[in-house]
């Protein structure tokens, strides 16, 4: 690979940054449209109830109100389906996961605080607001089904399918190996865990606008998404029944995802169905409180887990047992994040030769739950490092050494673990090493003994994560209840004059591709960068494409624009052994030109380009004139970076409050394309981490009320929240894609929960305390420190 | 409601305004000026910063009409044409920004703290962007890129 300042490795300053430092970038709310209507939705101010009664009358008479909607309303309108569900989770009796129906509207019964009702369609978003107030609804209330563990086993149920609120009873793993294994273990750590409820609070709120062409029956749906394409194959095939050649979805801008923005919402269904009704386009934003009841909310696991020891600190068996909650109905890819992106990472960096998992996924009246940045490996990681560090303590071992200890060696790779995954290759020892020496691990005992007489209480946590990204290959997640295949899509089109557009399925809400990808594309044509233009985002423009989640751009959409770029040099190729007149073995592309074996004589890629579309002197009878190729790259497997992080806290005992005094980061993402971008995702994946350890929360009332609804109460980090971070690398490479990369989106938010945790504990353990809840606030902290924590009446 | 007339990236503007317009819609809807953010709706995310007769002022928190007569400068009205203004340049330079959507108003607050204090410290620069909230970049790059475009207007001052 040559290594330009451009190419693949550099540290190239973003080509997107110029929009949106100048305040032009074109965000969702940002498009207008001639004519255009607003429109606002009527939600459920209780978390349960029947809807008795629906009167839109009043409504419909406000001036400026064009129509007023409720689920009956499209019922009537044809066939239209509820919001699908992409995976479909088997429990372990054989049955299928229940799947109740996810109307657009809710109908007959509101599931959730925020349910929506009625879609209110005005000239302004102030007429559609005051006409929602004079839609009456008469909700009949029934019991709220909030905490988990009272769903299963009490009366009342979310859906009538599921009379004890259970989804699936799923599992995954030995469970007669890892009984015998905790049978002559001499040494098992236990600990029950909550990986608490998140809101993913991309700093953009959704929003969506629907335009129906009467003229030609096209629809046009502008939406945040990190997938438009999956977005117009499940709207248009399954929910309201239009033809996905006459359906363009167009995600532009985004303004952040996390994960949130995956999902096919009611309203992106709402705006394209009613534009049609209304004969006029359908504008829709989110108010930040409407994005706190109807953005899925991420994690909520509750979780009881045991780790067996041998006599030597070497872990032979682990258990788990989790409530996963699902909410009110089933988000697009809910039933696969506690079970398949969360039981198959249980072995983590470790030799665990015996695992068993089993995971009960519960209704309740909460807001829908479903993927959010790790996406099920937070949660693995979390119950995973917080046991390997509670044993260290309980067996005198210190944190690094037990985990070194219980250390994948580098020579079993490819690893098969007991949670069916197959990691390809890894260095788990070197980003420990590294690690310790970025945070300086060995001066620690000073630091803390400088602490202390200053009466602060310091403490250092490590945590070795593992992760699987790069979803997936199809085969093996449609044999586990994947409804989609997960390959993505590129075509290179090279243009006459030498320039690229490179069509990736792959979407960029802040990832950076538009930078990324062209440095792939320069560095293997051998152009320059600026020759380059990445388009992704709309279906007007891209063949197909799966979208950005999991990681995957690099690994997946990244190897399709490599087997697209390989195509193309290969016609190229053919073209240039022509014009060279030379056999085609003679020929060697290297350096943006095309180049005669053992002689100077050459053609530039960008000749070559211009002979393909004007082939006067061209190999006609072989092949066709043009160069254009697409590649649709269904990969081998999931990539597995893996790495260790280590949090040096200092809390201030009288007042609970906690300093992170370092982080420090060591990741093996395989290569990188760019560093610096690479830099950027583990600093916010960090963040959130940090967010989720000590700030964040979504917390419930017993009556389903949320109570931490908006930015006054749901505490986000901020500036002075977080340190510089320390952040390096170490590098094995990828067996099993052309670029050798791993991916590295979410490492940061999977990895740093467990990290400042233990480290917590590490600082409060003279107090005796051996565990602590996330959010480790500052009333939890002094709690511990000041006799336990006593639990507020539940 | 009688019109209000203000000047905005130094043009002068006279709108038609209800009393609870705020200066975010009216900057938004009326004057297409979309660089400006709504991010939330407590006046707390700082996407909607904007400079009023100089300082920093959340656009979603104020009405309209109490900034008739004032000077008002938006992301816009930052830099000349294609040319970007120190902090916008070092934000570049930095990698401060992911997605976007919070920068213009990062950008905004940045660029006042800058007017005010020359020479922050790290601590300085945390505690006044406390206004801001970012998701994607965990603020280190955006904290790197205040304390680069201090380096560079200070330069540029010395020139």
Not at chain 1, 266 to 278: C, F, G
Not at chain 1, 452 to 462: F, S
């Amino acid at each position: 690979m040559s290594s330009t300042s451009s190419g693949i490795g550099a540290a190239v300053k973003r080509r997107e940054d110029f929009r949106f430092l100048k305040g032009i970038g074109k965000y969702t709310d940002d498009i207008s449209v001639p004519g255009q209507t607003y429109m606002y939705l009527l939600r459920s101010p209780v978390a349960h109830a029947r809807i008795e009664k629906l009167d839109t009358t009043a409504a419909k008479a406000v001036p400026g109100v064009v129509a007023v909607f409720t689920q009956a309303d499209i019922d009537a309108s044809g066939p239209v389906g509820g919001l699908p569900c992409g995976w479909l989770v088997t429990s372990r009796d054989g049955s299928p996961m229940k799947e109740p129906k996810h109307p657009i509207l809710a109908s007959g019964k509101v599931r959730h605080v925020g349910d929506p009702v009625v879609a209110v369609i005005a000239e302004t978003l102030q007429q559609a607001k005051d006409a929602a107030e004079l839609v009456t609804v008469d909700y009949a209330e029934l019991p709220p089904v909030i905490d988990m563990k009272a769903a299963l086993t009490g009366k009342v149920a979310v859906h009538d399918e599921a009379p004890d609120n259970l989804c699936f009873d799923w599992e995954l793993g030995d469970k007669a190996a890892t009984d015998a294994a905790f049978a002559k273990a001499a040494h098992v750590t236990k600990l029950d865990l909550v990986n608490n409820r998140l809101v993913p609070n991309a700093m953009e709120p959704r929003a969506a606008v629907g335009v129906y062409e009467v003229g030609t029956g096209d629809y046009t749906l502008y939406t945040t998404s990190q997938n438009p394409h999956v977005i117009r194959l499940l709207m248009g095939a399954f929910v309201l029944g239009i033809p996905e050649h006459k359906l363009r979805v167009y995600a532009p801008d985004v303004g952040g995802g996390f994960g949130s923005k995956i999902y096919h919402y009611a309203e992106e269904a709402l705006v394209t169905w009613a534009s049609k009704q209304v004969g006029r386009p359908v504008k829709w934003t989110a108010e930040r409180t409407e994005s706190f009841l109807s953005d899925a909310h991420g994690r909520d696991h509750v979780t009881h887990a045991e780790m067996a020891f041998d006599k030597d600190g070497k872990a032979i068996g682990l258990r788990v047992d989790t409530l996963a909650n699902m909410g009110g109905y089933l988000s697009t890819f809910a039933p696969c994040i506690p079970t398949w992106l969360h039981g198959t990472l249980l072995a983590g960096q470790y030799t665990t030769p015996a695992i068993y998992c089993n995971v009960k996924a519960v209704f309740t009246n909460t807001v829908p739950v479903d993927a959010y940045r790790g996406a099920g490996r937070p949660e693995a990681t979390y119950l995973l490092e917080r046991l390997m560090s509670k044993a260290a303590g309980e067996l005198g071992l210190d944190q690094a050494e037990i985990r070194r200890r219980n250390f994948i060696q580098p020579n079993q790779f490819p690893y098969q673990t007991p949670v069916a995954v197959v990691y390809d290759t890894g260095d788990y020892g070197a980003s420990l090493d590294k690690a310790m020496d970025l945070a300086d691990y060995k001066g620690f005992p000073a630091r803390r003994a400088a602490a202390k007489a200053k009466g602060k209480l310091r403490g250092i946590g490590v945590a070795s994560y593992i992760e699987a990204c790069g979803i997936a290959p199809s085969s093996l997640v449609g044999a586990l209840g994947a409804r989609a295949g997960l390959y993505e899509a590129a075509t290179i089109r090279v243009n006459p004059t030498g320039s690229v557009s490179v069509l990736t399925g792959s979407h960029s809400h802040g990832q950076g591709h538009e930078t990324t990808f062209a440095q792939v594309v320069a560095d293997k044509l051998g152009i320059g960068i600026d020759q380059v233009d990445i388009v992704h985002g709309d279906t007007a423009k891209v063949p197909f494409g799966m979208g950005t989640y999991g990681s995957r751009s690099i690994a997946v959409g990244g190897t399709a624009i490599v087997n697209a770029l390989d195509k193309v040099i290969e016609k190229g190729r053919k073209i240039a052994a022509h014009l060279l007149e030379a056999a085609e073995s003679d020929i060697v592309f290297e350096n943006g030109a095309y180049q005669v074996k053992g002689t100077d004589r050459k053609k530039t890629f960008g000749e070559v380009a211009l002979v393909a579309y004007v082939p006067h002197k061209y190999p006609i009878d072989k092949i066709e004139p043009g160069l254009e190729e697409t590649a649709f790259y269904d990969p081998k497997n999931f990539t597995f970076p893996a790495g260790t992080y280590i949090c040096e806290v200092e809390i201030d005992p009288r007042t609970g409050a906690v300093e992170i005094a370092s982080f420090t980061a060591a990741d093996d993402f395989g290569n990188v394309i760019n560093p610096m971008i690479v830099e950027g995702q583990v600093h916010g994946g960090l963040a959130q981490g940090i967010g989720q350890a000590l700030l964040e929360q979504a917390v419930y009332d017993e009556n389903g009320q949320l109570k931490t609804g908006s930015y006054m109460d749901y505490c986000m980090p901020r500036a002075d929240d977080v340190p510089y971070f320390k952040v390096t690398t170490t590098t094995t490479t990828c067996t099993h894609n052309p670029l050798g990369v791993k991916g590295c989106g979410e490492a940061g938010a999977i990895g740093a929960p467990p990290a400042v945790i233990n480290a917590i504990v590490d600082a409060l353990a003279e107090y005796g305390v051996t565990h602590i809840d996330m959010p480790a606030t500052p009333e939890k902290i002094w709690r511990s420190i000041n006799g336990g924590m006593r639990k507020a009446a539940e | 409601m009688p019109d209000i007339n203000l000047e905005v990236n130094g043009k002068p503007v006279r709108a038609a305004v209800e009393a609870n317009t705020l200066l975010v819609d009216l900057l938004r809807k009326q004057l297409a000026l979309t660089g400006t953010h709504v991010g939330c709706d407590t006046a707390q995310c700082g996407a909607c910063v904007v400079h009023v007769d100089g300082n920093s002022v959340k656009a979603c928190n104020v009405f309209a009409v109490q900034v008739d007569g004032a000077r008002i400068t938006t992301i816009e009205g930052l830099g000349t044409g294609a040319e970007l203004h120190a902090v916008q340049a070092a934000f570049k330079e930095a990698h401060g920004l992911q997605c976007g959507f919070c920068t213009p108003g990062m950008v905004m607050a940045a660029a006042d703290l800058l007017a005010k204090n020359p020479s922050p410290t790290e601590a300085e620069i945390r505690s006044w962007l406390k206004g801001n909230i970012c998701r994607c970049t965990g603020y280190h790059n955006i904290v790197k890129a205040v304390e680069t475009a201090a380096q560079m207007l200070k330069q540029a001052k010395a020139a």
